[in-house]
């Protein structure tokens, strides 16, 4: 018992901090990973339930089917495309649903690796990061879908039909909504760039020209079709949320500021607590006096 006494002690002297070993750290890992594929499998089931008994593929197609007609139906060229087809979308509908469990699981295993100060400033911008995606989501999805499904349709409408297989028009409704919640993350991405001191209000004003370029590239490669419409309805809300950025990022500096004054400002009480004339140093054999007009030791000679 003392000797297992003092190897628990002589580890947490070498360990203050409670540090996890590397192999733990692939423990918890690994359980992590877990129960999120279990999150992943148990959604993809309800997301089976809700495409098969809810009719969520009517809400996919709405927009299709109210450009061209009512009665608009997908095709498939294969046997097992219908099948893959509510596969790939059940699937979408599961990682949908299976996300909170996700996301909790990733933040209980990087969370202790940060600092109180770093946590306090990235879990609003995770909460905020969610909202903006799902208003980029939706604004695909009432806007830029039907902009694009138009235009797209009626291009060479004389000459061609339309007739959209379900895994193309799935793979492309995809691309465009995530395309969408994704630009839609610049204030979550700045926000957290700010916190850890790598990006400033006055380096994201100064390259604002090269941002409305770089905004201009991403809105023609992301928008289907290179349609106007909708590079333009993309376009918009990036130039809008990129100077929302700034005035978040001014937010985080002045806060950082504020800290600093207030650490210095402490600063110059704390030395003088330490230099306190009160705590005179303890004379040592060495020391004679003042060689310049101080008070002699007593000797011989002084007596005399």
């Not at 596969?87 to 109180?116: C, D, H, M, R």
Request: contains cysteine.
């Amino acid at each position: 018992m003392d000797r297992l006494r003092d190897g628990l002690l002589a580890r947490l002297r070498s360990n203050p901090k409670a540090e996890m070993p590397f192999l733990d750290h692939l423990e918890e890992l690994r359980w992590r990973i877990l129960w999120s594929l279990l999150a992943l499998i148990v959604g993809t089931g309800a997301g089976m339930a809700m495409v098969h008994y809810l009719d969520v593929l009517r809400l996919f197609v709405r927009p299709l089917q109210t450009i061209l007609a009512d009665d608009f139906q997908l095709i498939y060229l294969a046997p097992t495309d219908s099948f893959f087809f509510f596969l790939q979308l059940s699937i979408t509908v599961g990682v949908v649903l299976a996300f909170p469990v996700i996301f909790y699981q990733a933040w209980v295993f990087l969370s202790p690796a940060l600092e109180k100060r770093e946590k306090r400033a990235i879990i609003p911008a995770l909460w905020m990061g969610m909202v903006l995606f799902a208003a980029g989501v939706l604004l695909a999805y009432l806007y830029a879908l039907p902009l694009a499904l138009r235009f797209l349709s009626g291009f060479q409408a004389d000459w061609l039909d339309p007739s959209y297989t379900a895994t193309g028009y799935f793979r492309f409704v995809v691309r465009l909504l995530l395309a969408f919640g994704i630009v839609f993350e610049l204030p979550v991405v700045v926000l957290v760039l700010s916190t850890l001191g790598l990006v400033s209000p006055t380096f994201l004003r100064s390259k604002r020209r090269y941002a409305v370029v770089g905004i201009l590239i991403v809105a023609c490669l992301l928008s289907p079709g290179d349609y106007l419409g909708v590079t333009a309805l993309m376009m918009v809300p990036m130039l809008i949320l990129y100077e929302f950025s700034i005035f978040l990022s001014v937010l985080v500096w002045r806060g950082r500021f504020r800290r600093e004054r207030e650490q210095d400002s402490a600063a110059p009480e704390d030395s003088v607590a330490e230099d306190s004339p009160d705590d005179e140093p303890e004379p040592t054999p060495y020391d004679h006096g003042d060689p310049a007009g101080g008070t002699a030791p007593a000797g011989p000679e002084g007596e005399e």
